[in-house]
């Protein structure tokens, strides 16, 4: 179908690095923190990550800045082609498009795989979108779980609270800006272990996939960007 399957992005993960056992242990510097701290610099492919605490909340906030070599639309893309999610995002099995609204407006449905012996994730994803405009120089995305939008399937356990917010910009040198600040709670049956160590890999890993899908041309190229995107 014209695409290739990049498991790069995954494969960066299967193992644990000195520099991931260093953050580990600025995990639990920081653990009892409700201000952000940085996760992971990656300056080779100028990606940083970041979490905080949030008041009231057990688990994590993260926020992930990414460059990309190409331009908004490149991006966009790769980014709305939602069937193809599960070619590049973290751990996606199945991804696709349940419904398109209007050209700013979505819903899709992800599933995602866990850690052995936890049940897999699913998650319906409710999207709405602020183009580029004149008075406003960025795409700004908005993303909310919507669990009762479709029955539950048993064989997953649903995502009932995941809320991002995403900003994509030119940096006006050929380069796209990707910002992304979101909560995830995967829901019960899941240890916190496990989850710190997902929001704190999965942000990092997503964006990856994202910067190579773009920067190597691995997209839908008549698909059409149904809004402004500069």
Known sequence: D???VDS???EDDDYETEDEESEDIDDLRFERSNEWYIVKDDQHHSIQTWAKREDGKQLRSFKVRGEIKGSVEEVMKVFLDFDNWKRWSWKVRI????KK???TE????VTHDSPFGVPDRDVVLHFNI??????QAYIDIKINAEPNYISKDPEFVRIEAETMRMKIYSDGNGKTV???EGYV???SGMPIWSINFIQRSAPYTIMLGLKRRVENHLYNQSFVVPFATK
């Open 130 to 135: 602020e183009p580029h405009s004149a008075k």
């Open 106 to 109: 979505y819903y899709a449905y």
């Open 95 to 98: 991804s696709k498009l349940l």
């Open 178 to 180: 990707f910002e992304n």
């Open 101 to 103: 609204v209007s050209a």
């Open 2 to 4: 014209g695409f290739v």
């Open 8 to 10: 790069d992005a995954e």
């Open 185 to 187: 709670d995967p829901a």
